[in-house]
């Protein structure tokens, strides 16, 4: 490992320990400080993997204040490991402020790949991958929760949440009002877990299996929404029947060069007509 002092950026498992790298095992046990979310919580994971590496606690109630200690481990020499709870951290997780601030006193930040819940159940949702938006969490209220969805309820990409079990219900409640009842959406639960679970289908109909089973009421959620799919306008004129309608105008009346245009493009010549008038052609 490059000896030079840096903030190491280092995912952990989403549930299953197996998932984590050698790289990442590698890193922990080389720094010289683990900064952790829950320092209690990561202790398992690192206890686990026989890391004894010294840690502290960075999380959203201290990042900032502690940001200036951080760069101040790293300007004696000493690299520095950013762990979060579970994933990738900034992931809907601290450190954000943590990060900015160590690029900004001049030091290295070295990712690692790994584990992110996200991009994890997006790959099995069946839902297209081309292009997403992260949205981390939806709002606690619900006129928070419908004001975040009507604003994105256009939004072409698949659109990816993360959510609690308490509030899953209340979510999917929202989703069918703001995007509609026939939304296709995947929700994916305790995804690397043992009981992991992917239910898709319309949002009315995911909506109803989770109110039937409790149990999809439980452990950590993400769900996932298909983008907005723009309606074919039905009485839209393709380029190249305008191009057509032009030139047979140019030549013959307008009611014919409509009627030809249509015959050759299989369109409806009132369409042409009309748009014949408004182009005057």
């Avoid at 190491?8 to 998932?19: H, R």
Wanted: hydrophobic share 40%; glycine share 6%; proline share 4%.
């Amino acid at each position: 490992m490059d000896q030079t002092a840096a903030l190491y950026i280092v995912p952990t498992p989403i549930g299953n320990y197996a998932d984590i790298t050698s790289r990442a095992i590698e890193v922990l046990n080389q720094v010289s400080l683990i900064a952790c979310e829950d320092t209690r919580h990561s202790g398992k994971l690192l206890s686990h993997f026989g890391i004894s590496t010294r840690k502290t606690a960075i999380h959203d109630h201290n990042e900032r204040d502690r940001a200036q200690w951080i760069v101040e481990q790293l300007a004696t020499g000493q690299s520095v490991a950013l762990i979060s709870d579970a994933g990738t951290p900034l992931i809907s997780d601290p450190g954000y402020h943590l990060v900015k601030h160590v690029r900004e006193a001049g030091y290295k930040v070295v990712p690692l790949p790994g584990a992110c819940a996200a991009i994890t159940a997006l790959s099995a949702s069946g839902l297209p991958s081309d292009r997403f938006s992260f949205e981390g969490f939806l709002p606690a209220k619900e006129k928070g929760r419908l004001d975040k969805l009507s604003a994105l309820q256009q939004d072409p990409r698949t659109l990816i949440f993360y959510e609690s079990p308490h509030r899953i219900v209340q979510s999917l409640e929202s989703i069918v009002k703001a995007l509609g009842e026939d939304r296709q959406i995947v929700m994916a639960r305790e995804v690397t877990k043992t009981f992991e679970t992917f239910l898709s289908g319309t949002a009315a109909e995911v909506l109803a299996m989770v109110m039937a089973d409790d149990n999809q009421q439980k452990g950590e959620i993400v769900l996932m929404c298909h983008g907005f799919i723009q309606q074919q306008d039905e009485d839209a004129v393709p380029k190249v029947a305008i191009e057509t309608l032009t030139l047979l105008a140019a030549e013959l009346p307008l009611k014919k060069a409509a009627a030809i245009a249509a015959q050759i493009h299989g369109l409806k010549k009132n369409a042409l007509y009309k748009l014949g008038l408004e182009l005057d052609l």
